[in-house]
């Protein structure tokens, strides 16, 4: 989505705020170059869904100019901890730097409401295109093209529900803690830290960091009956459901 004026200032990062990958991040250091911020945490599926998206714009544009920052600003108590948050990072190949926001001050500075949320600010600083939650991807690539001044197709959707004009069925809400029971949705995750398995209807799990866990995945949005059980040594923050296509499958 394009901003309502062009002159929207991106804030500064704080100072001396944990980073992977990068010693220390400024604002003003990327000066003259277009800048994407995505705020993410490793234990939101959201996130997770648009990582794949975020590493491959960084993998295309990086030589073009393109600096990508995230900022992991934490919605659950695991991804809370700066050693899980390190470890994620490495474990999911991300790259590009990325600012652990402990104290959520990055994020209260943007006014941010919910995971994901991309900024992308031109090479003078001020914001160009933004998007919040999932999709739009096609949207963004083609801002970041615009601004390099590159000609590139946009990636191809990595699921179904991502195609341009993909109708959407409306997912059931996220629960906290341990959940079984009815749903609707194209899939489910579950937010699960310690040790051990989880089973969700009758698919074992093996649990051995903390982070989002897909636990079912349909090929359309569907109606069902989560039944979760989980090993001694594994503890359930949240179950998550993401949308599918609509229409029967």
């Known amino acids: ?36 911020i995505e705020f993410w945490d490793f234990c939101r599926p959201n996130s997770i869904r648009t990582l794949p ?24 108590e695991p991804s809370r901890d700066p050693g899980n948050v390190r470890a994620a990072v490495a474990r999911l190949g991300i790259e590009y730097p990325v600012l652990i926001d402990l104290d959520l001050v990055v994020w209260r500075r943007y006014e941010n409401l919910g995971w994901p949320v991309r900024y992308l600010f031109n090479a003078a600083g001020n914001l160009y295109e933004y998007h919040y939650g999932e999709g739009a ?54 937010v699960l830290d310690g040790n051990g398995t989880a089973n969700a209807c009758g698919r074992e799990l093996v649990v051995d960091h903390p982070g989002a866990y897909e636990l079912l995945s349909h090929e359309r949005s569907r109606a069902g009956i989560l039944q979760l059980s989980l090993s001694d040594g594994v503890r359930c923050f949240a179950v998550c459901f993401t949308p599918g296509l609509a229409g029967p499958g």
């Open 1 to 36: 989505m394009r901003p309502p004026v062009d002159h929207i200032r991106a804030p500064e990062l704080p100072a001396k705020l944990p980073c992977v990958n990068a010693a220390q991040l400024s604002m003003a250091d990327q000066l003259g170059h277009p800048v994407l």
């Open 53 to 76: 998206y975020v590493k491959a714009w960084h993998a295309r544009y990086a030589q073009a100019g393109l600096r990508v920052i995230g900022v992991h600003s934490a919605g659950f």
């Open 137 to 190: 991807y096609a949207d963004t690539e083609r801002a970041i093209c615009e601004l390099l001044g590159v000609e590139v197709q946009p990636l191809a959707p990595i699921r179904p529900e991502e195609a341009p004009g993909a109708q959407l069925a409306l997912q059931s809400d996220d629960v906290e803690g341990a959940y079984s029971g009815p749903y609707e949705a194209g899939g489910v995750w579950a």
